[in-house]
Nanobody, 122 residues
């Protein structure tokens, strides 16, 4: 089992920035991918960014709508993943969840946290 705890959400105006953090604990050897997905009210869940962890990790995936604005990074020693979000838009408003899985690519995560709310006002 992997436990994930997110932090860093909040309310900002359009054009602003936020940095989300996620700490993993438990069986941290059971995943090779950490990522973020989001869900807005009345909308389907959407994968946002993912990164491979470990010695051969570092490769990243992004959904097209955040490319050039969001950056995912990780600290394997601390079992943490971050999402730097710049140039935020109102359509980025959602609950953001941290996820973990053995592989990146499908935007499907076997473990996820409780989420942190991001609200962007125009």
């Amino acid at each position: 089992q992997v436990q994930l705890v997110e932090s860093g959400g909040g309310s900002v105006q359009a054009g602003g920035s936020l940095r989300l953090s996620c700490t993993a604990s438990g069986d941290v050897t059971s995943y090779n991918c950490l990522g973020w997905f989001r869900q807005a009210p009345g909308k389907e869940r959407e994968g946002v960014a993912a990164i491979y962890t470990g010695a051969s990790g570092g490769r990243t995936n992004y959904v097209d709508s955040v490319k050039g604005r969001f950056t995912i990074s990780r600290d394997d020693a601390k079992h943490m993943v971050y999402l730097q979000m710049n140039e935020l838009k109102p359509e980025d408003t959602a609950m953001y969840y941290c996820g973990a899985d053995r592989r990146c690519g499908s935007w499907s995560f076997g473990y996820w946290g409780q989420g942190t709310q991001v609200t962007v006002s125009s």
